[in-house]
């Protein structure tokens, strides 16, 4: 049974992570060990129904001999914890070779990368756009003869500047021949949320009701999350995304942006989805997202930065008075609830006199009235000063504990 269809045609939302494949071209290179780490973390996130919600895109076999030992050791590893996934170019070779990477996995796929436009069919294959979607029809009929239950996924590269009626009959060809999902890639993009609506919503109608449609969508322009909403709005049920974005150039849709967008508010959900709509087999657990960012990130040197969304160092942090008073009044969702994030207060030069008194209490000191308004005065003088915003702890600590000698620690 392929597991991945059944989810989207059911209208549940399948993840399709390339942080170990497509993430690769963001100049980083996953171990093997950690990609199985990271696909069981994933996986986990949804429970048993891990292979269900999520495609693991294990690695590109035809690169190494590592590679393929790589992608085989995630197939059999991680096989419980998602569907695991190998990709391949649109040669037989190439698909002898991804098959035997994932062959006696559970849920394992493949994936086929066949060039779609003009520009691309060209450089690919040095053909035009119809003679490499009929080679690549003749490779996915290849691979289904082959597969022996493997399922056989396509990308179709370079989707949006093709003619999309073309594109739209060979995804319905290759979906008729047995193909499980077909991936319609921006690989450029520079596409804008309309722009990607028309896109799925032309290649749907012209491939037929049988044809489970994958979004594929990069982040040149900083759209890569609201084009893979447009699609999703259009009706798609699987898509792509990578861990802290990594892709080639500027990345792609944020696989915890996604999830968190679609998974911790209802009612935001309905409003992609529709109303009524029934997103998960079982509802993904958000508070897994920080720690798997965490590792991914020590993993790869891609940092989490203060602007991060979701997961950034700024989420959950307090600096300054009001917010510090109505933290509800100026967050967008409770990093608690949704995340596990405790919430922490920074000492910053826009501290108030409550925030610099709930730090030093953290630390262990208990200031008069008096002593708050010195300390006061001397973060905001270091600050300026420095021309560094935050007051390291043990700086803050140093300080206090000149100020408060005749006083007892509490």
């Not at 069981?40 to 895109?57: C, Y």
């Not at 720690?291 to 997961?311: F, K, N, R």
Request: overall charge negative; proline content about 5%.
């Amino acid at each position: 049974m392929d597991v991945v269809r059944e989810s989207a045609r059911a209208g549940r939302v399948v993840l399709f992570e390339e942080s170990a494949r497509d993430g690769a071209q963001a100049k980083t290179l996953m171990s093997a060990g950690f990609r199985v780490r990271l696909a069981r973390e994933q996986g986990a996130v949804f429970g048993a129904d891990g292979p269900r919600h999520v495609v693991f895109a294990a690695g590109f076999p035809s690169v190494c001999g590592q590679e393929f030992e790589a992608t085989r050791q995630v197939a059999l590893e991680a096989q419980g914890s998602v569907s695991p996934s190998a990709i391949c170019r649109g040669t037989v070779a190439d698909v002898r070779l991804a098959l035997g990477a994932v062959r006696g996995a559970a849920h394992a796929r493949v994936m086929v990368i066949v060039a779609a436009s003009e520009a691309t069919a060209r450089a690919l294959v040095h053909r035009g756009a119809r003679d490499a979607l009929r080679q690549g029809l003749d490779v996915v009929k290849e691979a289904v003869d082959l597969a022996e239950g493997i399922a056989v996924d396509v990308c179709l590269v370079d989707a949006p500047r093709a003619d999309h009626g073309l594109v739209a009959e060979y995804a319905g060809a290759m979906t008729a021949l047995g193909a499980g999902t077909i991936v319609l890639a921006d690989t450029v993009g520079d596409l804008l949320p309309g722009q990607t609506r028309t896109l799925f919503q032309r290649v749907a109608a012209g491939a037929g009701p049988e044809a489970v449609l994958v979004s594929h969508l990069h982040n040149d322009l900083g759209l890569g999350l609201a084009n893979t909403l447009a699609a999703l709005e259009s009706g798609v049920r699987v898509a792509a995304c990578s861990w802290l974005g990594m892709a080639e150039r500027s990345g792609m849709t944020a696989t915890e942006q996604l999830l968190f967008l679609l998974a911790h508010d209802r009612a935001k959900a309905e409003q992609v989805l529709g109303a009524g709509c029934e997103p998960w087999w079982t509802q993904p657990d958000l508070t897994r997202l920080p720690a798997i960012a965490q590792m991914v990130s020590d993993e790869t040197g891609v940092p989490l930065t203060v602007t991060t969304p979701i997961l950034g160092t700024g989420v959950a942090t307090i600096s300054t008075g009001t917010p510090f008073t109505h933290p509800q009044t100026f967050q967008p969702y409770d990093p608690q609830q949704h995340l596990g994030l405790a919430p922490a207060v920074i000492l910053t030069h826009l501290a108030s006199r409550r925030v610099l008194s709930a730090v030093a209490e953290r630390l262990g000191y208990r200031l008069d009235p008096a002593q708050t308004g010195i300390a006061l005065a001397w973060v905001k003088d270091r600050a300026y000063r420095l021309n560094q915003a935050v007051i390291p702890d043990a700086d803050f600590a140093a300080y206090l504990d000149g100020l408060t000698a005749t006083t007892p620690r509490s």
